[in-house]
Nanobody, 120 residues
Framework: QVQLVESGGGLVQTGGSLRLSCTASGSIFTIYTMGWYRQAPGQQRELVAD???????KYADYVKGRFTISRDNVKKTVTLQMNSLGPEDTAVYYCTAGIFAATASTRNYWGQGTQVTVSS
């Protein structure tokens, strides 16, 4: 069974930083694109950033220059470094990954989400 487990959320003041991590575990053959989405109350889930298996990142316009995504293919982790946080970044952040697993199928898996709250 494949699982994605996130860590690193919390409460921070405006202008502060947080680092989110997500580790994949289970019967995994290949991990393709990994990424982070977020969902604020009453809003749709939206892409924050993702990174291909070759390490090519992609960012939403509203986080460019503030957030950095990285991955470690050996450790099966993806990390989101978030700097210059503002109240608008308050949301539940979800890790996702495209995984080819022992079930012999490929699909997107999701973590349980981690709360990020930025106080003004």
């Amino acid at each position: 069974q494949v699982q994605l487990v996130e860590s690193g959320g919390g409460l921070v003041q405006t202008g502060g930083s947080l680092r989110l991590s997500c580790t994949a575990s289970g019967s995994i053959f290949t991990i393709y694109t990994m990424g982070w989405y977020r969902q604020a109350p009453g809003q749709q889930r939206e892409l924050v950033a993702d990174i291909s298996s070759r390490g090519i990142p992609k960012y939403a316009d509203y986080v460019k220059g503030r957030f950095t995504i990285s991955r470690d293919n050996v450790k099966k982790t993806v990390t989101l470094q978030m700097n210059s946080l503002g109240p608008e970044d308050t949301a539940v952040y979800y890790c996702t990954a495209g995984i080819f697993a022992a079930t012999a199928s490929t699909r997107n898996y999701w973590g349980q989400g981690t709360q990020v709250t930025v106080s003004s």
